[in-house]
């Protein structure tokens, strides 16, 4: 039984249809990815599953339960958590403080264990030494360390990552990868949106591919990476060789 799972979802902002009869399902410890060219409708779909937008249409289930027309912070507090796409610390609070607003306000801890717990996802996510850093002061790649750890201290189940890989180079994206592969192996289930196509076709056990609001693919990355329709819109001929 799938632990998050949409069925029929659509969604129109006036008379554009970001979202279109989109079926999805994400197995307990999985790793989906979700790709598609800008304005495929991504976001929105992840703003749909975080209760941002309530669908037009269809419904978004977690655990067998609808959590379409929920809050953002009750469906947090159900076990789904997603970082933001610009990362936006709160810049005058340090590092350890930012990580304690997850198990604050996302999983209501007492002060004294969402400071430990914050300290010790510091310390996994590889940011334990700026803990007591401004984090207005820190890299963007450890902004996007930052992000992925405040969705930690939320103790969510499922995480929806939402471009944290955006503007790493190589190196770093490696880390993040073997990261993202540590928290799969925790028990956590992942779904990555990406625009970096060997990082998200070398780490994802299926991928799910969207244009112009509507599901065109869905399979493991070989078979999307030599679909006819993911090449034509999207991956073009040079991206046809992953494995």
């Given at each position: 039984?799938?632990?998050?799972?949409?069925?029929?979802?659509?969604?129109?902002?006036?008379?554009?249809?970001?979202?279109?009869?989109?079926?999805?399902?994400?197995?307990?410890?999985?790793?989906?990815?979700?790709?598609?060219?800008?304005?495929?409708?991504?976001?929105?779909?992840?703003?749909?599953?975080?209760?941002?937008?309530?669908?037009?249409?269809?419904?978004?289930?977690?655990?067998?339960?609808?959590?379409?027309g929920?809050?953002?912070?009750?469906?947090?507090?159900?076990?789904?958590?997603?970082?933001?796409?610009?990362?936006?610390?709160?810049?005058?609070?340090?590092?350890?403080?930012?990580?304690?607003?997850?198990?604050?306000?996302?999983?209501?801890l007492?002060?004294?264990?969402?400071?430990?717990?914050?300290?010790?996802?510091?310390?996994f996510?590889?940011?334990?030494?700026?803990?007591?850093?401004?984090?207005?002061?820190?890299?963007?790649?450890?902004?996007?360390?930052?992000?992925?750890?405040?969705?930690?201290?939320?103790?969510?189940?499922?995480?929806l990552?939402?471009?944290?890989?955006?503007?790493?180079?190589?190196?770093?994206?490696?880390?993040?990868?073997?990261?993202?592969r540590?928290?799969?192996?925790?028990?956590?289930?992942?779904?990555?949106?990406?625009?970096?196509?060997?990082?998200?076709?070398?780490?994802?056990?299926?991928?799910?591919?969207?244009?112009?609001?509507?599901?065109?693919?869905?399979?493991?990355?070989?078979?999307?990476?030599?679909?006819?329709?993911?090449?034509?819109?999207?991956?073009?001929?040079?991206?046809?060789?992953?494995?």
């Amino acid at each position: 039984m799938p632990i998050l799972e949409g069925r029929n979802i659509t969604k129109k902002f006036g008379a554009l249809t970001a979202v279109h009869s989109v079926d999805f399902s994400v197995e307990k410890g999985e790793i989906l990815g979700m790709i598609g060219p800008n304005g495929a409708g991504k976001s929105t779909l992840f703003g749909l599953i975080m209760g941002v937008y309530k669908p037009d249409e269809g419904e978004v289930t977690f655990k067998e339960r609808r959590i379409s027309g929920l809050k953002p912070h009750e469906i947090c507090r159900m076990g789904i958590a997603k970082t933001s796409q610009i990362v936006q610390p709160f810049t005058e609070m340090t590092v350890l403080e930012n990580v304690l607003v997850g198990g604050l306000y996302g999983k209501n801890l007492s002060l004294s264990k969402a400071a430990q717990e914050a300290e010790e996802i510091l310390e996994f996510i590889g940011l334990g030494a700026l803990k007591r850093t401004a984090s207005g002061s820190i890299t963007v790649p450890d902004r996007r360390r930052l992000e992925l750890a405040r969705a930690l201290a939320t103790g969510a189940e499922v995480i929806l990552l939402d471009e944290n890989m955006a503007g790493l180079n190589p190196t770093e994206i490696e880390a993040v990868l073997k990261l993202l592969r540590e928290i799969r192996d925790q028990g956590k289930t992942l779904v990555v949106v990406e625009h970096i196509m060997r990082a998200v076709m070398g780490i994802s056990d299926r991928i799910i591919v969207l244009n112009y609001g509507e599901k065109i693919a869905e399979g493991i990355p070989a078979e999307i990476a030599n679909h006819q329709k993911v090449i034509e819109a999207y991956l073009g001929e040079r991206h046809t060789s992953y494995r």
